[in-house]
């Protein structure tokens, strides 16, 4: 059984949630990461860049179903190169979030629908690309 369905998400479109229980620091999504070249990401379309993330100086563009994980405040998870990664147990059901800043999503600016006791209300990260 798929450890995630995608589902529509009360924080925003389409959202990530957890099939099955999932345990803190579980591989929860692997792969669906795609490290884009210079050229590639000159040629990405528009409606893609929404997509991206930078790590380690590469820029890289997530995939399904990894591009429906929605961002929160107080999030039970978080991005790496490779794989989304539970920081804490997810209940079946929850949904999979991540902290966007912290995952450096370039050029964002997003007005927090997380609704956590935490929340930092508009997030905004520095566009990187020149
Ligand atoms: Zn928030």
């Given at each position: 059984m798929d450890k995630v369905v995608v589902r529509d998400s009360p924080i925003h479109g389409r959202g990530v949630f957890a099939a099955r229980r999932i345990e803190a620091g579980e591989a929860i999504i692997e792969g669906c990461r795609e490290t884009l070249s210079d050229e590639?990401?000159?040629?990405?379309?528009?409606?893609?860049?929404?997509?991206?993330?930078?790590?380690?100086?590469?820029?890289?563009?997530?995939?399904?179903?990894?591009?429906?994980?929605n961002h929160s405040c107080?999030?039970?998870?978080?991005?790496?190169?490779?794989?989304?990664?539970?920081?804490?147990v997810i209940e079946a059901?929850?949904?999979?979030?991540v902290d966007y800043a912290a995952e450096q999503v370039p050029g964002l600016r997003l007005e927090c629908n997380c609704r956590t006791p935490d929340c930092r209300g508009l997030l905004v990260v520095a566009d990187v690309r020149i």
């Open positions: 590639a990401l000159m040629a990405l379309p528009e409606e893609e860049r929404d997509f991206l993330s930078v790590m380690d100086g590469r820029t890289i563009l997530m995939t399904p179903p990894s591009r429906f994980v107080s999030p039970n998870a978080r991005g790496t190169d490779r794989a989304d990664v539970a920081i804490r059901g929850e949904e999979v979030t």
